[in-house]
């Protein structure tokens, strides 16, 4: 896909690697509609786009809202009158051991907050945006491209149960979309990070950094334009789809 002035909807795009992906797609020529629910981080994100001479508009925006996300869809194509393309981005986390043991008891458990938070952002917000923005790349006929940003946790990581599986379910949906909507021209696909050089990560202790960075073979964090440049080659390499790429550094859990 030629990307120039094409309309992509980004999720969690305020920071992190959703903006590093926003302003990757902008210096591409892509026309950005900024999903996130901090409307100061979004209003950067925009502005770093703008730069780039590119339409970029924000959107406060629950993914894990099925009307919000209707309506910011059908806003989306109002705004830009296209739609060819999502990076579903948006994710948080509540990490937690299945059962928290201390001297042969159990003194804890993984909450139903804890497991539903994470699957209703991780999980069913994929699922919500693409529903949508699938139907109407349909409806405007000029194919598109769905991108889903999975984890090196979908492998199972030790206190992610909720993470792990909604990251290993956002890698298989894709490749179900792949499937289901190659009749339409559009493609699906994934982008699997290890260890990401974010704000969260940039806030931790070095002691605790060098613990996550010393199992990794290239022996450091990830970028947050690194995953980017993966997002842009789906969206510009016109044979690929249904499968994830792993950008992890070579770690292995």
Known sequence: ????????VITGAGRGIGRAIAQQLAERGADLALFDLNEADLEE????CAAESVQARQ????????????????QVSTDFGRLDGLVNNAGIVRDGLLVKVKDGAVVGRMSMEQWNAV???NLSGVFLCAREAAAHMIEFGNGGVIVNISSISRVGNAGQSNYSAAKSGVESMAVVWAKELARYGIRCGSVAP???????LAAMRPEVLDKLTAPVPLKRLGKPEEIAHAV??????DFFTGRCLEIDGGLRF
């Open 1 to 8: 896909m030629d990307i120039r002035h094409k309309t992509i």
């Open 45 to 48: 994100t925009r502005s770093l």
């Open 59 to 74: 959107y406060k925006v629950n993914v894990a809202d099925e009307a919000e996300v209707s309506g910011a869809m059908r």
């Open 119 to 121: 699957i209703a952002v």
């Open 194 to 200: 290890g260890f990401t050089h974010t704000e969260i």
């Open 232 to 237: 842009k080659f789906i969206f510009e390499n």
